[in-house]
T-cell receptor, first 115, second 113 residues
């Protein structure tokens, strides 16, 4: 597709369940980012993938959060044993290695609600 | 910008007036800066960018100003319209090897008709 896509668009889950969120970046974009955005707040960095380099996981809030990326394509963000505090919109973005080419392009996000 | 996790500051302007949104960045090594606009229910969208070798760049109705001495970035929107109502984020690249962007806390712009 022409842009970054994310699925599902909405996810409602029960506390304690695991969830998996998917991001399809723009083809050819080597960098991929996950952010969390709580209601009415700013973007909270979670994890960053760049090509074949080791991902920057410094933003993951706990060991319940993990992410993978297959080559330079799809990425999945997994949250295990979800808590109510995990409720937020999870945004994915991708960019070329040369970020000067217009910056990162964001997907529409996945709205996660933990009951 | 404010730290991530705080509620967003709000700027309220009258339709037709000019808006100025400010951002203080943290890394003096950053050499690339971007402004994003996020409308309700959508992901952030690129508005305009600027490199550190410039202090001003203009787009359509928007101007970004960069003051590296005080690490300050601003976005000026001319003749603000109701469609400009959104949250605006600045981002810096930190001049790290991977060009990972760091986002400011954001400002909510409300345009009154």
């Amino acid at each position: 597709g022409a842009g970054v896509s994310q699925s599902p668009s909405n996810k409602v889950t029960e506390k304690g369940k695991d969830v998996e969120l998917r991001c399809d970046p723009i083809s050819g974009h080597t960098a991929l980012y996950w952010y969390r955005q709580r209601l009415g707040q700013g973007l909270e960095f979670l994890i960053y993938f760049q090509g074949n380099s080791a991902p920057d996981k410094s933003g993951l809030p706990s060991d319940r959060f993990s992410a993978e990326r297959t080559g330079e394509s799809v990425s999945t963000l997994t949250i295990q044993r979800t808590q109510q505090e995990d409720s937020a919109v999870y945004l994915c973005a991708s960019s070329l290695i040369e970020v000067g080419a217009g910056g990162s392009f964001f997907g529409p996000g996945t709205r996660l609600t933990v009951l | 910008g404010e730290s991530v996790g705080l509620h967003l500051p709000t700027l309220s302007v009258q339709e037709g007036d000019n808006s100025i949104i400010n951002c203080a960045y943290s890394n003096s090594a950053s050499d690339y800066f971007i402004w994003y606009k996020q409308e309700s229910g959508k992901g952030p969208q690129f508005i305009i960018d600027i490199r550190s070798n410039m202090d001003k760049r203009q787009g359509q109705r928007v101007t970004v100003l960069l003051n590296k001495t005080v690490k300050h970035l601003s976005l000026q929107i001319a003749a603000t319209q109701p469609g400009d109502s959104a949250v605006y984020f600045c981002a810096e690249n930190g001049n790290n090897a991977g060009n990972m962007l760091t986002f400011g806390g954001g400002t909510r712009l409300m345009v009154k008709p």
